[in-house]
T-cell receptor, first 114, second 113 residues
Framework: AQSVTQLGSHVSVSEGALVLLRCNYS??????LFWYVQYPNQGLQLLLK??????LVKGINGFEAEFKKSETSFHLTKPSAHMSDAAEYFC????????????FGTGTKLQVIP | GAGVSQSPRYKVAKRGQDVALRCDPI?????LFWYQQALGQGPEFLTY????????KSGLPSDRFFAERPEGSVSTLKIQRTQQEDSAVYLC???????????FGSGTRLTVV
């Protein structure tokens, strides 16, 4: 079974500051890891994913995340926050390979202060 | 189509009423998933289809919930005798492989009054 813990249900950053959203996962088998973003009244949009290979993954809108197996973490970062980054972010995990159910965290709402 | 389309976007149902929620996945996507997202929560898995076969329905909360995808494309999630606790956003997602990221629809917000 897989599970995800997102630390901090709300995070506030100033425009131009570093964005760091924390995610720790639990998985008894090699995981696939995902970050999704959700804007109000919209569905989820895939930001980036880790499956195999390079542990530093780059996604859309300048976001990146690093898979750290020893720390069971997959934190999301962006060097400089924009106002348009304000949204809810979900970390998710599945077992590697083929069809596997994806389990989501409870989300982190990012506020960007001008 | 260009994206995953869900209808209706909003549905208000009286308690005890039956509802049907529709999902049009991306053309050619064989995997289709339904998730339930309660207010302030992350999406919770309901069920999964590969083409027309329902391979996993372990997340359906009760036998009042039923999903089908008879021709391997459009899917319908049906909820019978709706209860207040069924109020949530129901998200549909599709994928080629199922394990490498899904494309989500905008969801159907169901409110049971």
């Amino acid at each position: 079974a897989q599970s995800v813990t997102q630390l901090g249900s709300h995070v506030s950053v100033s425009e131009g500051a570093l964005v760091l959203l924390r995610c720790n996962y639990s998985s008894s088998v090699p995981p696939y890891l995902f970050w999704y973003v959700q804007y109000p009244n919209q569905g989820l949009q895939l930001l980036l994913k880790y499956t195999t290979g390079a542990t530093l993954v780059k996604g859309i809108n300048g976001f990146e995340a690093e898979f750290k197996k020893s720390e069971t973490s997959f934190h999301l970062t962006k060097p400089s926050a924009h106002m348009s980054d304000a949204a809810e972010y979900f970390c998710a995990v599945s077992a590697a390979g083929g069809y596997q159910k994806v389990t989501f965290g409870t989300g982190t709402k990012l506020q960007v202060i001008p | 189509g260009a994206g995953v389309s869900q209808s209706p976007r909003y549905k208000v149902a009286k308690r005890g009423q039956d509802v049907a929620l529709r999902c049009d996945p991306i053309s050619g996507h064989v995997s289709l998933f339904w998730y339930q997202q309660a207010l302030g929560q992350g999406p919770e898995f309901l069920t999964y289809f590969q083409n027309e076969a329902q391979l996993d329905k372990s997340g359906l909360p009760s036998d009042r919930f039923f999903a089908e995808r008879p021709e391997g494309s459009v899917s319908t999630l049906k909820i019978q005798r709706t209860q207040q606790e069924d109020s949530a956003v129901y998200l549909c997602a599709s994928s080629f492989t199922g394990g490498e990221g899904y494309t989500f629809g905008s969801g159907t917000r169901l409110t049971v009054v």
